[in-house]
C-alpha cells in the first residue's frame, strides 16, 4: 500500500444511486486501485436521469466516467450522452457489462449514423440491433438464458486491454444476457471501435484507440478486485 499523493475524481454512472451498496464492489474496486497506485479516488454515484435533464457537461469536473451495470431501460439514455460526451472530450471512461452495451450504442447512433440504432432490450422493433440476444436464448426464461459465471477470454495482441492484463488469457465473470450483434463487427472495427476480446466468437471488450481510455468490457471486473490484489483495469483507469 502506497501513501495517497494525488487525487482523482471519478463519476460511477448509473440507475441506483440513491442506494450507495448497489455500488459497492465497483467502490471498492476503485479504492484498492487507489491504494496500490497511490491515488485517493473521490467517488460520486451520479444519476443517468440528471444527465438526461441537465446535460453531460455536468460530468466535465470529473477525472475519469464510469458507466455501471444493470437492467432495463431507465437512465439508457443519459449513459449514452455520458459516453458520447467522454468519446468527444477524450475524458477517461470504462463501461461494464451494459456499460460497454452502451458504448456500441453510442457508436452506431454518432459515428455510424445508424438512426434508431439500439439494444433489443430497449426497443424490439429497432432497425439496427446493436446488442441482441442470441437465436438459441430467445425460447429461454430470463434466468436460464443469462451468460453467468467466470469463463475464458483471449485478449487481441497490441490492444489496450491486452496491455493492461499482460496475457493473452484471462478469466472473469459474467452476469448479463444480451450480446453484441457480430452483423455490425466489421463495420464498427472499420470505423475505429475495435474488438479487444472474446470467448468463442462472443465480443467481450470494445476499444476506441484514438483516445487516452475508451474501453468497454462486457464482464463483470469489480468482481474479482481484491485490497491486496487490485484489479488491473482499475489500477490503469486511476492512474492515467
Not at 446535460?55 to 437512465?75: H, P, Q, Y
Not at 491486452?162 to 466489421?186: L, P, Q, V
Request: charge should be positive; aromatic fraction near 8%.
Amino acid at each position: 500500500m502506497k501513501i495517497l499523493k494525488r487525487k482523482k475524481r471519478v463519476a460511477i454512472i448509473g440507475k441506483y444511486v440513491e442506494v450507495r451498496d448497489a455500488y459497492k464492489s465497483l467502490i471498492e474496486a476503485l479504492i484498492h486501485a487507489g491504494a496500490h497506485t497511490g491515488v485517493k479516488p473521490e467517488i460520486t454515484l451520479v444519476d443517468a436521469l440528471e444527465i438526461e435533464e441537465k446535460g453531460a457537461e455536468i460530468l466535465g469536473d470529473f477525472d475519469a466516467l464510469i458507466i455501471a451495470g444493470g437492467f432495463g431501460k431507465r437512465g439508457i439514455e443519459g449513459k449514452i450522452e455520458a459516453i458520447k460526451f467522454a468519446r468527444l472530450s477524450k475524458k477517461p471512461i470504462l463501461g461494464i457489462c451494459l456499460g460497454m452495451q452502451l458504448m456500441a450504442v453510442e457508436w452506431a447512433r454518432n459515428v455510424l449514423n445508424l438512426k434508431g440504432a439500439n439494444s433489443e432490450e430497449f426497443d424490439k422493433n429497432t432497425p439496427y440491433p446493436i446488442i441482441h440476444l442470441l437465436p438459441d436464448q430467445k425460447d429461454k426464461p430470463m434466468g436460464g438464458s443469462m451468460r453467468l459465471g467466470a469463463q475464458e477470454i483471449e485478449l487481441k495482441e497490441g490492444s489496450l486491454i491486452h496491455s493492461i492484463y499482460g496475457t493473452n488469457r484471462i478469466f472473469e465473470r459474467h452476469r448479463h444476457r444480451y450480446e453484441f450483434n457480430n452483423e455490425f463487427r466489421e463495420e464498427f472495427e472499420k470505423s475505429g471501435l475495435v474488438v479487444s476480446a472474446e470467448h468463442k466468437g462472443l465480443v467481450e471488450a470494445l476499444e476506441f484507440r484514438d483516445h487516452p481510455f475508451f474501453l468497454g468490457v462486457q464482464f463483470h471486473p469489480e468482481y474479482s478486485s481484491k485490497p491486496l490484489k487490485p484489479h488491473p483495469i482499475f489500477v490503469k483507469l486511476i492512474s492515467l
